[in-house]
């Protein structure tokens, strides 16, 4: 059985910084092409960064060089750094496969 479960949400003043992690179990996790989305209040899911098996990664413009996505296969889990947030950053942040997702995590950016 396929579980992600992230974590490392909570509250941050706008130019705060986070960390989230995502545990999987159940895939062959070192050859799994991983994805971050976020749902803010009111939105729909937006893509927000993916990272190969290789370590390539990829992200929205929105999020350029204040997010970095990693991963860490021995240990099985995903990360997302995230940098100088701002407000409209404000969702609930999940982790995914092409074919299954976290529960997710609540990032709120507010002062």
């Known amino acids: 059985q396929v579980q992600l479960v992230e974590s490392g949400g909570g509250l941050v003043q706008p130019g705060g910084s986070l960390r989230l992690s995502c545990a999987a179990s159940?895939?062959?996790?070192?050859?799994?092409?991983m994805h971050w989305y976020r749902q803010g209040p009111g939105k729909q899911r937006e893509w927000v960064a993916s990272i190969t098996s290789g370590g390539s990664t990829y992200y929205r413009d929105s999020v350029k060089g204040r997010f970095t996505a990693s991963r860490d296969n021995a240990k099985k889990t995903l990360y997302l750094q995230m940098n100088s947030l701002k407000p409209e950053d404000t969702a609930v942040y999940y982790c995914s496969t092409d074919e299954n997702w976290g529960q997710g995590t609540q990032v709120t950016v507010s002062s």
């Open positions: 159940g895939i062959i996790f070192g050859v799994s092409v």
